[in-house]
């Protein structure tokens, strides 16, 4: 699975680096529905790509996002309001007598104030950090597609519900921002062969047991232990991941453009890290082949998965 991934947020990059089109009426209903009350996740980087805006339509996305910005301020303001009081309640309670709830109540209102200051600063800042373009599943990234006979570059969710199945196929399904690729003409069977995209990654992270990235066995009676591993290739250079993607829409209910990223048998290194799967990049000769898929020749679309781009990947333990 890709459990998290750093991203290519920058639209205007895609136009320089690919010739794309931005879908700004979809990224613009996607900020108002956020200033508007929905839940929708998105990477600072997405924010900071229209922190400049040149059209009527750019100004209108800052607008949103300024909009969302100040509410989530008021609200995070009231929150560290009443973490403070709960973290002073707390330790007068344990000047009088140490107790294990008062000792757990000043623990987790310390965690949450400090996670709320980090979230105001986030807000804040101007400066860019390399964290701002990292995606998690639920949070929205920029998918390019082709529409038209032409690149065009959408927002999606990093999770994919196909169109036609309820909404509740998102808590049944948790795993569907990841397209197995043995799954694909099974599980996946309305979207291969029909609806492709490209993610542009330059670091994956995944979720690994300590000892099977140590190589070693556990002692009897050691609990194993999770780590985060950052992947990045080698030499760097940004990755075209294979991405299914779906149009859903509903009476009564918001559109949602959502996608899933392909993944495969992992390479020798990353196997060796302790994790059985891996995102599958695509080369660049073969772009327009993966987005304009042929439907009645699905063996040319494993042709183009299986002759992937190859790189190195180097790892180390999450920061």
């Given at each position: 699975?890709?459990?998290?991934a750093?991203i290519?947020a920058?639209?205007?990059?895609?136009?320089?680096?690919?010739g794309?089109t931005?879908?700004?009426?979809?990224?613009a209903?996607?900020?108002?529905?956020?200033?508007?009350?929905?839940?929708?996740?998105?990477p600072?980087?997405?924010?900071?790509?229209?922190?400049?805006?040149?059209?009527?339509a750019?100004?209108?996305?800052?607008?949103?996002?300024e909009?969302?910005?100040a509410?989530?301020?008021a609200?995070?303001e009231?929150?560290?309001?009443t973490h403070?009081?709960?973290?002073?309640?707390?330790?007068?309670?344990?000047?009088?007598?140490?107790?294990k709830?008062?000792t757990?109540?000043?623990?987790?209102a310390?965690e949450k104030?400090?996670?709320?200051?980090?979230?105001?600063?986030d807000l804040?800042?101007?400066?860019?950090q390399?964290?701002?373009?990292r995606?998690?599943?639920?949070?929205?990234a920029?998918?390019?597609?082709?529409?038209?006979?032409?690149?065009?570059v959408?927002?999606?969710?990093?999770?994919?519900?196909?169109?036609?199945?309820?909404a509740?196929?998102?808590?049944?399904?948790?795993?569907?921002?990841?397209?197995?690729?043995?799954?694909?003409?099974?599980?996946w069977?309305?979207?291969?062969?029909?609806?492709?995209g490209v993610?542009?990654?330059?670091?994956?992270?995944?979720?690994?047991?300590?000892?099977?990235?140590e190589?070693r066995?556990?002692?009897?009676?050691?609990?194993d232990?999770?780590?985060?591993?950052?992947f990045?290739?080698?030499?760097?250079?940004?990755?075209?991941?294979a991405?299914?993607?779906?149009?859903?829409?509903?009476?009564?209910?918001p559109?949602?453009?959502?996608f899933?990223?392909?993944t495969?048998?992992?390479?020798?290194?990353?196997?060796?890290?302790?994790?059985?799967?891996?995102?599958?990049?695509?080369?660049h000769?073969?772009?327009?082949?993966?987005?304009?898929?042929?439907?009645s020749?699905?063996?040319?679309?494993?042709?183009?998965?299986?002759?992937?781009?190859r790189?190195?990947?180097?790892?180390r333990?999450?920061?």
């Open positions: 699975m890709c459990y998290s750093q290519q920058d639209y205007r990059k895609f136009v320089r680096m690919f794309a931005l879908s700004i009426r979809e990224f209903q996607l900020f108002f529905e956020r200033a508007e009350g929905a839940r929708a996740k998105l600072k980087a997405m924010e900071d790509a229209f922190a400049d805006p040149q059209t009527d750019e100004r209108e996305i800052r607008a949103s996002i909009r969302f910005n509410q989530e301020t609200r995070l009231q929150d560290l309001f403070r009081a709960r973290l002073a309640q707390a330790e007068r309670s344990l000047q009088g007598k140490v107790t709830k008062a757990e109540s000043r623990r987790i310390t104030i400090q996670w709320t200051l980090g979230r105001l600063d804040r800042r101007t400066e860019a390399a964290r701002d373009s995606i998690f599943p639920g949070h929205y920029p998918v390019m597609v082709m529409e038209n006979g032409a690149r065009v959408k927002p999606m969710r990093y999770q994919c519900r196909i169109a036609g199945k309820p509740s196929h998102d808590a049944r399904y948790p795993g569907t921002y990841n397209a197995r690729r043995d799954s694909l003409e099974g599980f069977k309305p979207l291969f062969g029909y609806s492709h993610l542009v990654v330059n670091a994956f992270y995944e979720n690994v047991s300590r000892a099977k990235m190589g066995v556990l002692a009897e009676g050691e609990e232990e999770n780590v985060v591993l950052e990045r290739p080698e030499p760097p250079h940004d990755m075209l991941v991405c299914l993607w779906s149009h859903w829409s509903a009476p009564g209910e559109d949602l453009l959502s899933a990223v392909i495969d048998e992992p390479p020798p290194e990353v196997a060796a890290a302790g994790h059985d799967r891996c995102l599958v990049p695509i080369k000769e073969n772009l327009d082949a993966w987005l304009n898929p042929d439907s020749n699905l063996a040319a679309l494993h042709a183009i998965l299986e002759d992937r781009d790189p190195y990947y180097e790892h333990l999450a920061a």
